[in-house]
C-alpha cells in the first residue's frame, strides 16, 4: 500500500538557518498539504496546496515558510530563519480534498 | 473562529470494555469527520471517517456517530485491547480540506 513519505527524519538546526523538509505524496493524490504538532499538543494545519498554487494558509504560515513543488514527485516546505518556537514535529499529508494521509513526520529541533 | 473540543483529555480502561471519546465542532460548514490514531513518535493513522450525509459509520470494532444538529460526534471501540492505547484524535474539515483538530485523548487499555 502506498505511504507519503518524508525527509530528513530528524533535523536539528541552529537559530537563524533555512531549513527545508522534503515530502514524497501519494503519487495519484492531487492535494497537498503541512501540519506541525508541537511537543505534546495538537496537530496544526499550516498550508494546502493545489495545482501548483497555496490554496489555504493558516496563521502560523507567515512570511518565514514557503512550499514547492520542485518536480513531478517532491513537496517541500522551507523555513528560511528558523526561531527556537518552530521546534515541532512537521507532517505532510497528501490526500483528496477531505482524506488526507499521513507522513511520518520530520522532526525538527531549533538550537 | 473554527474550533474543534475533545473530551476526555485521558482515558482508561479495563481490557474488554467500551471507549467513547466525544468531539464538538463549531464550522457550522463543516462536512467530513475523521479520526486518527497516533502512537508515540508515528504518524496520524486514518482509522474511521464520516461525511455529513450519514449519521454513523462502523467498522468492526469502532463507529463513529454524528448530529449535525448539535455539532458533535464520537468514537466508540468496543472489545478494546491494549494495542488501542495510543491518543486519538478527532478533527472537521469543510469543502477546503483544510483539518481543525481536536486535543487529542490519551487512550489507556489496561490488561
Known amino acids: 500500500e502506498p505511504e507519503v513519505t518524508q525527509t530528513p527524519s530528524h533535523q536539528v538546526t541552529q537559530m537563524g538557518q533555512e531549513v527545508i523538509l522534503r515530502c514524497v505524496p501519494i503519487s495519484n493524490h492531487l492535494y497537498f498539504y503541512w501540519y506541525r504538532q508541537i511537543l505534546g499538543q495538537k496537530v496544526e494545519f499550516l498550508v494546502s496546496f493545489y495545482n501548483n498554487e497555496i490554496s489555504e494558509k493558516s496563521e502560523i504560515f507567515d512570511d518565514q515558510f514557503s512550499v514547492e513543488r520542485p518536480d513531478g514527485s517532491n513537496f517541500t516546505l522551507k523555513i528560511r530563519s528558523t526561531k527556537l518556537e518552530d521546534s515541532a514535529m512537521y507532517f505532510c499529508?497528501?490526500?483528496?480534498?477531505?482524506?488526507?494521509?499521513f507522513g511520518p513526520g520530520t522532526r525538527l529541533t531549533v538550537l | 473562529g473554527e474550533n474543534v473540543e475533545q473530551h476526555p483529555s485521558t482515558l482508561s480502561v479495563q481490557e474488554g470494555d467500551s471507549a467513547v471519546i466525544k468531539c464538538t465542532y463549531s464550522d457550522s460548514a463543516s462536512n467530513y469527520f475523521p479520526w486518527y490514531k497516533q502512537e508515540l513518535g508515528k504518524r496520524p493513522q486514518l482509522i474511521i471517517d464520516i461525511r455529513s450525509n450519514v449519521g454513523e459509520k462502523k467498522d468492526q470494532r469502532i463507529a463513529v456517530t454524528l448530529n449535525k444538529t448539535a455539532k458533535h460526534f464520537s468514537l466508540h471501540i468496543t472489545e478494546t485491547q491494549p494495542e488501542d492505547s495510543a491518543v486519538y484524535f478527532c478533527a472537521a474539515s469543510g469543502n477546503t480540506g483544510k483539518l481543525i483538530f481536536g486535543q487529542g485523548t490519551t487512550l489507556q487499555v489496561k490488561p
Open positions: 499529508a497528501s490526500g483528496t480534498t477531505d482524506t488526507q494521509y
